[in-house]
């Protein structure tokens, strides 16, 4: 008969074998993996080895670099994606930003809108000073035309004056107290003054309606390659002297003026004194002669070259 020693399955010496937990009725007991026993010890596993993200990454640091998109493809791949236009900028709601209503003055807007009815697109442009002035330019074609309109049609019946301005600035500087040339760029754009323009030289007159304090001063644009203007000596009569100035000081003609003749200036004489390209040679060889008498102001001492010339 065998005794219960005999009986007991071979295996390790008891004190070898580690105590075992019991484990519930029917569960699974894990069986180690291969991986785990063919592991060396000096490379530790990974916990994590099997999982999704260190899978990925092995695979992908194997992957040749011919498979990878290099940063052309990449730049490629997003020049091909239409860009989306960007979004309208929301209307402002800043009065500061806001665009100002236009001007109206009750008693000078009605003259400048009845002009513009009289003319039409021969209006070119115009401006109100509330409670001061108003301008209006006009075509040089239509020159003639404003000047019946405003006198038979809008009751501007008294004439002030007819004149021409040159927006070039002068090439000599002031020449009161600076002779040294002023630096002129003959391309870029002229300074025009209210209500602008686009030529270089432009005509300008003003008539007024007698006793109400209302007049409208007219400017037109004169070519610089054709200075004709129609005359308004026919419409007002004092415009005959002032057109004869303008065409001796600015080389302005006027059509269907009756005498274009000579006011101040010899007949011989060449040039235009006041085109601001005319050189005025008095001024440029000595000084201006009003800086050379000047009185000192009230509170001020007089220099000793004045007071010796005041004894004297």
């Known amino acids: 008969m065998s005794s ?24 699974e007991v894990p069986q180690p993996s291969a991986a785990a026993d063919d592991a060396r010890p000096d490379e530790p596993t990974s916990d994590t080895q099997g999982t999704g993200v260190d899978s990925e990454i092995a695979e992908v640091e194997s992957t040749p670099a011919a498979e990878h998109p290099t940063d052309d493809t990449a730049a490629t791949d ?6 989306q236009p960007a979004a309208a900028p929301a209307p402002s709601t800043d009065p500061e930003e806001a665009p100002a209503p236009p001007v109206y003055d009750d008693l000078r807007t009605p003259v400048l809108e009845a002009l513009a009815a009289k003319l039409g697109d021969a209006v ?53 107290d600076d002779t040294a040339p002023a ?37 037109a644009d ?43 200036l010899p007949t011989e004489f060449e040039g235009f004194p006041l085109r601001k390209d005319f050189p005025l040679l008095a001024r440029l060889v000595k000084p201006w002669p009003g800086l050379v008498d000047v009185e000192p102001m009230p509170g001020e001492e007089a220099g000793e070259d004045e007071t010796a010339e005041v004894e004297a």
């Not at 005999?6 to 937990?21: F, I, L």
């Not at 000073?129 to 009751?155: M, T, Y």
């Not at 602008?196 to 007698?210: D, S």
């Open 78 to 83: 997003t020049a091909a994606v239409p860009e």
């Open 4 to 27: 219960p020693d005999d009986t007991r399955p071979e295996g390790p010496p008891p004190g070898d074998v580690a105590p075992v937990e019991s484990e519930p009725v029917g569960a």
């Open 183 to 219: 630096v002129v760029d003959p391309s870029a754009p002229l300074q025009h003054g209210t209500t602008g323009g686009e030529t270089r030289f432009q005509l300008i007159a003003r008539v007024e309606r007698p006793g109400t304090g209302l007049g409208i001063n007219v400017k």
């Open 124 to 176: 070119v442009a115009t401006e109100v000073a509330p409670g001061r002035d108003c301008w209006a330019r006009i075509r040089v074609d239509a020159w003639g035309e404003a000047a019946r309109v405003l006198r038979e049609e809008l009751g501007f019946t008294y004439f002030c004056y007819l004149s021409a301005i040159d927006w070039l600035p002068s090439p000599y500087g002031k020449s009161e």
């Open 222 to 264: 004169v070519a610089d390659d054709d200075l004709v203007a129609p005359t308004w000596s026919h419409v007002y009569r004092g415009a005959n002297w002032h057109e004869r100035e303008a065409w001796e000081m600015f080389g302005i003609t006027f059509a269907g003026h009756p005498q274009l003749t000579h006011l101040y």
